[in-house]
């Protein structure tokens, strides 16, 4: 069994800046508080400057010296990605930690600005993006990690490259998220195994909350939610606990490319964070390869590593 981690005992990291998708709510806002207490600059990338603004006051409360900065990014349009980097490029020379952390969960069917279904271009196509095209400014950061959230659902997951991006009509949406956090797992660990072969020191690594009591929730249907209310909240843990995991994999000093963290419990729904593992098939290297040149091809975007 690894040394537990402890966020109190992690040193003070001035200087040092992250960019965090969804940091306004959730896991995000969580990961964020828990930079700004250790005196990271944080990048508030998020789609809503009301909300932005509101998480930065509630962080601002607790850490009175907190360095936060709002960016707009939408993640159902790649051109509000690419604007992101490039605003974020300007104001800054350095990113020591990109939390993908942004997600949605079985909306009702729609497409992103550039035609992909929701769920793949949020959770996926637009961290693809956003990491590449950070990637240049994260390599020449050293010490630098990218951290992407997967979930318990990459588990049932399978990227269907015939059917990677579901129409309408062939839409269901449970399948399609755990295809999305699949592909966010598998993206985590073929990224790593390039930046290895590049001979760079920046570390992918990859991470679940197990089941956390967040907005995620939003799309189950209303009655579905209170009839398992009960056994749902048995087995969550509160957006704090749920977002450990990600803190980890960020700040913890005994943290390897390609490790993949998430709770302890038997089933990973809750309790301390701890190094897991995926299932096999995350680990099959000749599908995230494909998946990789794939998703180069339908974001119009090749990588620099
Ligand atoms: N909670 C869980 O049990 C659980 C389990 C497994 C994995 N996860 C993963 O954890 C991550 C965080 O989820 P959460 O539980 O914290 O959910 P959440 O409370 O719903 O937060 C999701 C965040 O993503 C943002 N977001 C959604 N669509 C966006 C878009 N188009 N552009 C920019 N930002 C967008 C949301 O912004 P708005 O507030 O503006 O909507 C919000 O800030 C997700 O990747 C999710 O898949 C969560």
Not at 7 to 21: C, D
Not at 75 to 89: I, R, T, Y
Not at 265 to 277: A, H, L, N, Q, Y
């Amino acid at each position: 069994m690894g040394k537990k981690f402890d966020l109190v005992k992690v040193p003070t990291q001035k200087g040092r800046v992250a960019i965090v998708t969804g940091a306004n709510t959730g896991l995000g806002f969580e990961t964020a508080l828990a930079f700004a207490k250790k005196e990271i600059k944080v990048i508030m990338a998020c789609r809503n400057e009301q909300k932005a603004n509101d998480a930065i006051n509630r962080i601002k409360e607790e850490v009175t010296e907190a360095n936060l900065e709002f960016i707009p990014i939408d993640l159902m349009d790649l051109e509000s990605v690419k604007s992101f980097a490039a605003a974020f490029k300007k104001g800054h020379d350095r990113l020591d930690l990109l939390i993908n952390n942004a997600g949605i969960m079985i909306p009702p069917y729609q497409e992103t600005k550039q035609g992909f279904e929701s769920q793949m271009g949020v959770n996926y196509f637009s961290h693809f993006l956003l990491t590449g095209l950070l990637i240049d400014l994260i390599n020449s950061t050293k010490g630098s990690r990218i951290v992407t959230l997967s979930s318990i659902a990459h588990q049932t997951g399978e990227i269907d490259f015939d059917n990677l991006n579901a129409d309408e009509a062939t839409y269901k949406k449970s399948k399609v998220y755990s295809q999305s956090k699949l592909a966010c797992l598998m993206f985590a660990l073929e990224l790593n195994r390039r930046l290895a072969a590049a001979g760079v020191d920046t570390l992918s690594v990859a991470s679940h909350p197990g089941i956390a009591t967040t907005e995620l929730a939003r799309y189950i249907p209303k009655l579905l939610y209170y009839v398992l209310y009960p056994i749902f909240i048995f087995m969550s843990h509160n957006p704090e606990n749920g977002a450990l995991p990600t803190i980890m994999a960020a700040l913890d000093d005994d943290v390897h490319g390609g490790d993949y963290f998430g709770p302890s419990s038997k089933r990973e729904m809750k309790g301390p964070p701890k190094k897991v593992k995926g299932r096999p098939h995350a680990y099959d290297e000749d599908v995230a390869r494909k998946l990789w040149e794939v998703s180069e091809e339908l974001v119009s975007f090749k990588f620099d590593v």
